[in-house]
């Protein structure tokens, strides 16, 4: 409501609210109504829980529907997601990518992994490339040559 309202000092007081209360038991919620309202603040706090509980997150087709570019962005960059394979990584962004809502949602997802590759463990190596190939994951041509 204070999102829709445009009231900031509501937004920063259910914000600062919300970040002194999240918990493993609610972090689903709040991470949905942070990328919902792209509240980067809360998006940010969420994100270790996230990072940390990742095999519940990633089964989830709504975690793929709800995060936008900023809180995947905001997960990838989080240290616990290192032990992650690059193979693994790709396969998420693309789940991700393919659950967007609409075009422009698909268009924005499709551009952020230009980003998302430079992150760390992510970037395009031949082992990589061979993994892919193994296990039969057609890379779109957007994200070719990156």
Known sequence: LAHNLQNKALVDGCTKFLC???AETNVSEVWSAANATKNEV???VCAPLVAMNWE???ASQLFYVATEVIGMMSIFRYPWMAQESATSK???LLKWRN???NDDEYTARTTAFRDMVSLPGIQNTPD???DLFVEGIDIPVEWRFV
Request: no cysteine.
């Open 20 to 22: 002194a209360r999240i």
């Open 42 to 44: 809360l998006i940010r």
């Open 56 to 58: 519940m997150f990633r």
């Open 90 to 92: 790709v396969k998420t």
């Open 99 to 101: 659950a967007s809502r």
């Open 128 to 130: 990589l490339i061979s």
